[in-house]
Nanobody, 123 residues
Framework: QVQLVESGGGLVQAGGSLRLSCAASGRTFSTRAMGWFRQAPGKEREFVAHISWSGSSTYYTDSVKGRFTISRDNAKNTVYLQMNSLKPEDTAVYYC????????????????WGQGTQVTVSS
């Protein structure tokens, strides 16, 4: 069993930055690929970023490339999403996701979801 708790969301002006954190419980964090997804009002949940179990590989959806950075600290059981140059279209609830294994493909099966954290970007 893995529990994920996100933090760091909030209200920010366009062009600003936020850093989301996702703290995971359990012993299997370091063996899992992790991801961030988001869901805007009236839209489906979408993939944002993915990081391999070791942190050596990262992937992003095109709309956030060059602005967002995903990272992890396996010693702290935590994954991060640094969001810079935020735009109003980044407004959404952001969810942390734990994949079943170290080799789950980008945007693939999710074993566990966090509760979500709201990010609102004003223009």
């Amino acid at each position: 069993q893995v529990q994920l708790v996100e933090s760091g969301g909030g209200l920010v002006q366009a062009g600003g930055s936020l850093r989301l954190s996702c703290a995971a419980s359990g012993r299997t964090f370091s063996t899992r690929a992790m991801g961030w997804f988001r869901q805007a009002p009236g839209k489906e949940r979408e993939f944002v970023a993915h990081i391999s179990w070791s942190g050596s590989s990262t992937y992003y959806t095109d709309s956030v490339k060059g602005r967002f950075t995903i990272s992890r600290d396996n010693a702290k059981n935590t994954v991060y999403l640094q969001m810079n140059s935020l735009k109003p279209e980044d407004t959404a609830v952001y969810y942390c996701a734990a994949h079943p294994s170290a080799y789950t493909v980008v945007g693939g099966t999710v074993d566990y979801w966090g509760q979500g954290t709201q990010v609102t970007v004003s223009s």
